[in-house]
């Protein structure tokens, strides 16, 4: 028994060692299992609404409001902490993107817009100019596969139907250089003071590709 003891004390004071020395990065990593723990759990309920097998809107809306009082409930009695942006990421509306697994972060220092095909406007140039310009260091534009915007581009028939989307979609290259031609945007890239990124994600696994601005 003593043995025993002994062996239990040396590991829980390798641990707190351990804890003490890299203990940034291992409740970093402890906190995302847990958190990926949690979304696997609510993952394989398929079923938005445990009452109804058929939905109709109101009732969407309604199991919406509920869901979001339980969880704004809990937040109030585990606040979150406040931080301030140091990225910003422009992605596609598609559900299967969620920028909390993207980034493998669920820390608030990520501004995120997200448009149908990461599509910019003038707003959101400014949007993200007005970032910067409060403390973001990185910005990441992204694309994804299987992506129904670029599809609806390249259909004949969802051209016709969806010709403002069509025409954002065509637009999106010429919409990041004007966003880098911004005068604070090239100012603050030339100082080396903020990186400008662009990436792929596979919608299998979220996993993000960098790639160069020579790619349209």
């Known amino acids: 028994m003593r043995r025993w003891l002994i062996v239990v004390a040396v590991v829980l004071t390798v641990m ?8 940034g990065p291992i409740e970093f990593v402890l906190g995302g299992a847990l958190v990926n723990a949690g979304y696997r759990l609510q993952d394989r309920l398929v079923s938005y609404d445990f009452n109804h097998d058929e939905l109709t809107p109101e ?3 309604d199991e919406f409001l ?5 969880a704004s409930s809990v937040r109030s009695l585990f606040p979150r902490s406040t931080r301030h942006p140091v990225i910003a990421m422009v992605t596609c509306m598609d559900g299967r993107l969620d920028t909390n697994e993207i980034a493998g972060d669920t820390r608030r220092y990520y501004y ?15 949007m993200l100019e007005l970032a910067v310009e409060n403390g973001v260091k990185v910005v990441v534009f992204t694309t994804h596969t299987d992506c129904a915007a670029e599809k609806a581009a390249r259909d004949p028939a969802k051209r016709t139907r969806f010709p403002q ?28 003071e903020l990186l400008v990124k662009l990436m792929d994600l596979d919608t299998r696994n979220e996993r993000a590709i960098p790639r160069d601005f020579s790619r349209p």
Do not use: D, H, M, Y
Request: no cysteine; glycine share 10%; aromatic share 8%.
């Open 165 to 192: 989307l069509t025409r954002a979609v065509e637009e999106r290259g010429f919409r990041l250089q004007e966003f880098l031609g911004r005068p604070l945007i090239r100012e603050r890239v030339q100082q080396g």
């Open 112 to 126: 995120v817009i997200r448009t149908a095909g990461s599509v910019l406007a003038e707003k959101e140039e400014e």
């Open 59 to 61: 009732q969407v809306w």
């Open 16 to 23: 707190a060692g351990a804890l003490a020395w890299w203990g």
């Open 66 to 70: 509920q869901q979001n009082r339980l």
